[in-house]
């Protein structure tokens, strides 16, 4: 319980640090790949600003498993904050830890479950659209048949891709942007499924609630009608029943002798 408790302090103390550090994260991937012109040092900066990051999510995570009771299985239970950690800084992997960051800070939201649950898709939508346009437009910029080369063109691919529609019209041709392809298209196909079970559970609860009031208005009815019918019986025992004046008269007295 000891251990329970300081972990819930650190990570309560470490969710707006993460978050910013996210954004920061997320300044330092994009600024290069939007503007690869930028001076060398600009560039030297972002891949400082990513280390670093990479850093603070590292030592995160082993606070964190040092504070967990059970080393295995916090590890089994945080698999995206270990990939986030292990995982070296290469295109595009170090996205993950991205992702990673948003899902922790998700994680420790202290809301209602669909609102959770909605952080979480809000979350990770954004996340890998913004990301996986970036990373594919790094990626397929500089290809020799690539036709995604604008940051348009990324997010419009990425957008297709993720809701899995596909029209075609852009395409990556090298390796990697094919393995962003996959890797975007399992997202989105995850995330509908994420989508649709939350709407369904929401129904389903607001149904279950339906229910209960309506069996809790039912039972009060029937509890004022048994109240009901117990005293119009009891009206009508005392209607037929002699009052007390009359059991108090007395018969009439026989005769004298």
């Known amino acids: 319980m000891k251990h329970g408790t300081r972990l819930s302090r650190w990570e309560q103390r470490t969710r707006t640090p993460l978050l910013l550090l996210a954004v920061l994260f997320a300044v330092a991937y994009a600024f290069p790949v939007l503007a690869p012109d930028a001076p060398d040092w600009v560039h030297a900066a972002c891949r400082a600003a990513e280390w670093s990051v990479w850093t603070a999510f ?3 995570y082993a606070v964190r498993l040092a504070l967990a009771s059970g080393k295995w299985a916090f590890v089994r239970s945080h698999p995206l904050d270990l990939l986030a950690v292990v995982l070296p800084l290469l ?19 202290r809301h209602a479950p669909q609102i959770t649950m909605t952080v979480y898709v809000a979350g990770s939508v ?3 659209m913004m990301f996986g346009s970036l990373a594919v437009l790094q990626v397929e910029r500089d290809a020799p048949d690539g036709n995604i080369r604008t940051l348009g063109d990324a997010v419009w691919w990425s957008f297709t891709t993720m809701t899995t529609v596909g029209y075609g019209d852009l395409a990556p041709t090298t390796g990697l942007g094919r393995l962003l392809a996959v890797g975007l298209m399992l997202s989105g196909i995850a995330l509908l499924g994420v989508v649709t079970a939350n709407i369904a559970a929401w129904f389903i609860s607001r ?3 339906d229910n209960a009031e309506e069996r809790r208005q039912t039972a009060l009815l029937e509890a004022l009608t048994a ?7 009891e009206v009508a025992r005392l209607a037929v ?8 008269v007395p018969g009439p007295s026989s005769p004298g002798p």
Do not use: I, N
């Open 58 to 60: 590292a030592v995160d």
């Open 91 to 109: 295109q595009p992997l170090r996205l993950l830890r991205l992702v990673s960051t948003l899902l922790l800070v998700g994680r420790r939201a």
């Open 126 to 128: 954004v996340g890998l």
């Open 207 to 209: 149904f279950e609630r």
């Open 227 to 233: 109240e009901v019918t117990a005293l119009r019986a």
């Open 241 to 248: 029943a002699p009052g007390p004046e009359a059991a108090k």
